[in-house]
């Protein structure tokens, strides 16, 4: 069973940087990992994407050019770092794996493994 555990999320100022991190327990056939949020009353939104085994990565427009998706094999540990925080960015961000090879954005019904979440609440 693979366990995923989000960690780094809090309030924060509008224009301030987080980092997200998930921890995964053993990447069992897991060959994508990403980052998904779900703001209240909104449907959960894939933002990032990176391939286990490779340097691809993939991001949804709304954040391309203010998030980082990227992985450390050897801590077991999958990052988002975000950039520029905006009050719209306040959402549950949760931490996914597939063991499918997922191109493009994130899309929930590819990942079978989630964690609980980590909540993100960003102030004006």
């Known amino acids: 069973q693979v366990r995923l555990v989000e960690s780094g999320g809090g309030p924060v100022q509008a224009g301030a940087s987080l980092r997200l991190s998930c921890t995964i327990s053993a990447y069992s056939n897991i060959k994508s990992m990403a980052w998904f949020r779900q703001a209240p009353g909104k449907e959960r939104e894939g933002v990032a994407n990176i391939l286990h085994d490779d340097v691809r990565r993939y991001y949804s427009d709304s954040v391309r050019g203010r998030f980082t998706i990227s992985q450390d094999v050897a801590k077991n540990t999958l990052y988002l770092d975000i950039s520029s925080l905006k009050p719209e960015d306040t959402a549950m961000y949760y931490c996914?794996?597939?063991?499918?090879?997922?191109?493009?954005?994130?899309?929930?019904?590819?990942?079978?493994?989630w964690g609980r979440g980590t909540q993100v609440t960003v102030s004006s």
């Open positions: 996914a794996a597939s063991t499918i090879k997922v191109f493009g954005p994130p899309r929930a019904p590819d990942f079978i493994y």
